[in-house]
């Protein structure tokens, strides 16, 4: 079977982020891109695709996108006239549908992130999974968050509220991987857990006070609803006294949203091979672990990507683990 490279010789191919300044100052007008697929992946990945985008002054972007994810990814870019979704099967052969979209839009470059090229990328200066792309692309990190947008549906965001919350009751947030857990995810996130978290105070966002939640009974606990689109769940997560969540699409998407008066908790034991250390611009209470003791840390976002933005480096001083005194 040829590979992209023996099947379009003329086709401009790169696949390293490094090499994305250089291939937007290359002649032609419409490039396609295939990065990580997963749907944390496409929002995260976003600003950097629409800088691409404009930096290349492209007429076309054609982006490879799972099935399973094409509703939320063209939401995602519902306002784009130049981004278009070219999808591929959740399984299978990727490399042949992919041969056939090119053959179908023609385009004049192909842009590939990730994948063969992880093992070099992984851990690249110590950064998370997606601003280290943006790192080793030559663009400041804070990218990823200066240039994130997508076109709000506000009421399709007030039906999906109503929708979990019909009487408008004060509530703590949970996701996790609910009655089916993957073989990688660890655990879930109880309510007992949470209550005796929320009862017992967390960090406020933006490195304000520490503030306490009374996390007692009438508080009402929501848990995520798969029947709701992830790109509807703005109001829901905003609105929030407390989002506990693990590493996910979710969690990815919650980094676009003003959620400065919602108090953070990360429940990394859950995916533990993800750290979001150096991935967020929030404040989180981390739980590393819940039995059989609690293990938590501190997490200052901000903190930790204007040491970055300053010294290309991380931060090992903003690290700590405690076991609180409350339980």
């Not at 549908?97 to 590939?112: E, G, M, R, Y």
């Not at 804070?142 to 919350?165: H, L, P």
């Not at 109001?235 to 590493?247: D, Q, R, S, V």
């Not at 930790?304 to 090992?316: A, E, N, P, R, S």
Request: overall charge negative; hydrophobic content about 30%.
């Amino acid at each position: 079977m040829k590979t992209l490279e023996q099947a379009f010789p003329n086709l401009i191919i790169r696949k390293k982020p490094e090499d994305i300044k250089e291939l937007n100052d290359m002649p032609g007008s419409t490039i396609m891109i295939y990065h990580h697929t997963g749907m944390g992946d496409h929002i995260s990945l976003s600003s950097l695709v629409r800088r691409i985008a404009k930096d290349g002054n492209y007429e076309k972007v054609y982006l490879i996108c799972f099935e399973s994810n094409n509703a939320n990814v063209c939401k995602l870019y519902q306002d784009s006239e130049v981004i278009e979704i070219c999808t591929i099967p959740n399984r299978g052969d990727h490399n042949t549908i992919i041969k056939k979209w090119v053959a179908k839009k023609n385009p004049s470059k192909f842009l590939q992130l990730g994948f063969d090229d992880w093992g070099r990328l992984d851990g690249y200066k110590g950064l998370y999974v997606d601003t280290l792309m943006y790192a080793a692309a030559g663009y400041p990190v804070k990218t990823r968050w200066d240039d994130y947008y997508f076109q709000r549906d506000e009421e399709a965001e007030e039906a999906a509220f109503k929708k979990v919350n019909p009487d408008n009751r004060r509530y703590i947030f949970i996701h996790d991987p609910g009655d089916e857990p993957q073989h990688q995810w660890r655990g879930r996130i109880t309510d007992s857990l949470v209550r005796r978290l929320s009862t017992s105070g967390g960090p406020a966002s933006g490195g304000q006070r520490w503030q306490w939640i009374d996390g007692d009974e009438d508080t009402l606990i929501i848990r995520n609803n798969p029947s709701v689109p992830l790109m509807h769940m703005g109001k829901i997560l905003e609105n929030a006294c407390e989002l506990h969540m693990m590493e996910s699409s979710l969690r990815c998407f919650a980094e676009g949203l003003d959620t400065s008066r919602v108090q953070h908790y990360h429940h990394h034991y859950i995916r533990d091979h993800y750290n979001i250390d150096h991935g967020t611009r929030k404040v989180w209470m981390v739980v590393e672990e819940y039995d059989p003791e609690v293990k938590l840390r501190l997490l200052n976002g901000p903190a930790q990507l204007d040491h970055f933005d300053k010294y290309g480096t991380i931060c090992k001083n903003l690290h700590g683990f405690y076991c609180p005194t409350w339980f």
